[in-house]
């Protein structure tokens, strides 16, 4: 089998490379960033519904991702658990729900006492919650013992990849805007503050269309708190307000909140895309298998798409 360049250390990159690598490959990442610096470490994270294009596709990554990960959670310090929450509106979605909803076992209608003031309409559920420091590290472990090697330096052009290698996995997240010279990648400016747990074993997750929602992920002794979403906002430095806003609408829902300990401020791009892309194309005489463009779900469908990765890789589909 002809080894693999795999561009990208976030959870795409790293999982495609431990999907490759435990089939057998010789696969080789290069990187920008460490994994721990990518954004997919700063990421919240949970497996939910993916509201992206193209449907059919992202249900069926989710469907694949969602098994990974509920095997995950009985895995030792794999950074992956079963939690049960809330995903909740402050306006009525009515009882059309996602079709990967199906996947949560105990999926159920909140009543009028189960949601916070302000809020009409939610589920109650139990999902996989990842704790992405820990996750990322479990996936460097598995994919280096499975022989894998991951090297630090940016890849500069398309062209030099390919004079590398004759089979390269493109997981550039945001930076296929400018790799890729694909227009259509925009960042998607998000920001987290990390506290230490008051006591929380619950997540809360508020859909939203606006820029600004409240959610919070306990992942052991930290729990990481949300939202923004910043279209084509391109700055990676935490910015005061907007953590406070963070804070003050999570203490507003949950009052343990409201002194608990700030550990961080976190930054992270989303790549933002009108579709996700999983795709082959042919250049310059090598086989480039682009996977990108998963927005604020690259946790939640990395699994799903590094197995239609290994697929195109082994020229199954094209």
Known sequence: ?????????????????????EAGRQVLIRTAERPRETTSAVAGAMWGPARLKPPERVLYWATLSHAEFTSLARVENSGVHLASGRMAARFDLGDVVPPETKLIPDLQRCDEQELPDGFVWGYRGTVPLIDMPRYLDHLLDRFLAAGGEIRLGPVQ????????????????????????????????????????NPGLEEYFIELSDGGEFTSWMPHGDRVVLGGISLADDWRRTPRREISEGILRRAARLEPRLAD????EETVGLRPGRESVRVDVEHYRGARLIHDYGHGACGVGLSWGCAFEVAELVEGKTE
């Open 1 to 21: 089998m002809s080894p693999v360049l795999v561009i990208g250390a976030g959870v795409h990159g790293l999982t495609c490379g431990v999907v490759l690598a």
């Open 157 to 196: 052009t398309l062209a030099d990849a390919a004079a590398e290698c004759d089979t390269i996995v493109n997981c550039t997240g945001v930076g296929a805007h400018e790799l890729v010279g694909d227009p259509s990648v925009h960042a998607v400016f998000g920001q987290h503050v990390v506290v230490r």
């Open 260 to 263: 608990a300990e700030v550990l």
